[in-house]
């Protein structure tokens, strides 16, 4: 296992998660994510704030982030292939070079 640190743009919150191999998705619009469990995953300090909407897809999707920067920390979606998972955006991991040894395992297109 890893543990793996990030925060927001202006470091007010930070968070870790342990995983081990991390997932890795690219989406069409350019952004790279890691999908961890979402058991693994803890603020270590600050406080987010969250809003919901719907997904086209009909999901729920809620976003969590930096009530002072606007930094995405990490979304949640209740569709059933992400149950129980959170994506996180990777330009807010601390390191994301370390450790990542982690093959993409899924494309996903969103319209």
């Not at 998705?25 to 406080?47: E, L, Q």
């Not at 569709?79 to 129980?84: H, K, L, Q, T, V």
């Not at 807010?92 to 319209?111: D, E, I, Y």
């Amino acid at each position: 296992m890893t543990t793996t640190t990030g925060s927001c743009s202006c470091g007010n919150v930070q968070y870790e998660f342990t995983t081990d191999p991390l997932n890795k998705i690219v989406s069409g619009s350019a952004t790279a994510n890691v999908v961890v469990p979402k058991d693994r995953f803890h603020i270590t300090s600050g406080y987010p704030k969250q809003y919901s909407r719907a997904h086209v897809s009909g999901a729920k999707v809620t976003v969590h982030f930096c009530s002072d920067c606007s930094c995405v920390l990490h979304k949640e979606l209740d569709g059933d292939a992400y149950r129980g998972t959170l994506v996180i955006p990777a330009d807010t991991l601390t390191a994301w070079s370390r450790p990542f040894n982690a093959q993409p395992r899924l494309g996903m297109w969103v319209n």
